[in-house]
């Protein structure tokens, strides 16, 4: 089962920054938050991954607290091509090639 | 170039039918994966191959056979097809040693059973 929490729909303006929260209580000290999505039709796609510090990529930014129980993701200006299912999913570092284990995500719609 | 890559991409069948989804992957990856996502969206994996070895089983009915003849292809043979393995299928794959494994996903291929 899937460790983390997530709302399930979440609607941003277009040109507007997207900040989706995830909990994740139980995480463990060797564990990794990391963010995919899935456009509609489409696979799952990687974003951003994180251990405790803050991580930005060409894709988004990660922002994990302090104690590391919830972080958020930031789309830092979403466009409509961003509109997707989002899923915040906490693993070991030293997972190897164990299986993704999905929640049921955020929907987030970009609206123009 | 593709880096997951699954055929057919729709596949509409009758009851009873079997049916195989093909993956191809052109990473390099020594570990490759089958997901199912049904009608309420949710995904969750079946099988995982590791060099052509099975490594994750999922309770999944025996109907379903995946076979890996190299490291870069994982097929899925499905017999005796039932009302509900309509879903979406996705194939992914990852290398083992890679400091975040990474999972790279393919298009899905949409299986309707009539």
């Known amino acids: 089962d899937a460790k983390t929490t997530q709302p399930p729909s979440m609607d941003c303006a277009e040109g507007r920054a997207a900040n989706l929260p995830c909990n994740h209580s139980?995480?463990?000290?060797?564990?990794?938050v990391y963010w995919y999505r899935q456009i509609h039709s489409q696979g799952p796609q990687y974003i951003i991954h994180?251990?405790?510090n803050n991580e930005t990529n060409e894709m988004a930014s990660l922002i994990i607290t302090e104690d590391r129980k919830s972080s958020t993701l930031i789309l830092p200006h979403a466009t409509l091509r961003d509109t997707a299912v989002y899923y915040c999913?906490?693993?070991?570092?030293?997972?190897?090639?164990?299986?993704?284990?999905f929640g049921k995500g955020t929907r987030l719609s970009v609206i123009a | 170039d593709t880096a997951v890559s699954q055929t057919p991409k729709y596949l509409v069948t009758q009851m009873g039918n079997d049916k195989s989804i093909k993956c191809e992957q052109n990473?390099?990856?020594?570990?490759m994966y089958w997901y199912k996502q049904d009608s309420k969206k949710f995904l969750k994996i079946m099988f995982s191959?590791?060099?052509?070895?099975?490594?994750i089983n999922e309770t999944v009915p025996n109907r379903f056979s995946p076979k890996s003849p190299d490291k870069a292809h994982l097929n899925l043979h499905i017999n005796s097809l039932e009302l509900g393995d309509s879903a979406v299928y996705f194939c992914a794959s990852s290398q083992e040693g890679v400091s975040y494994n990474e999972q790279f996903f393919g298009p899905g291929t949409r299986l309707t059973v009539l």
């Open positions: 990473l390099g990856h020594d570990t």
């Open positions: 139980t995480i463990s000290g060797n564990e990794y």
């Open positions: 999913i906490v693993r070991g570092v030293y997972s190897g090639n164990t299986p993704l284990v």
């Open positions: 191959y590791n060099n052509k070895e099975l490594i």
């Open positions: 994180g251990l405790k």
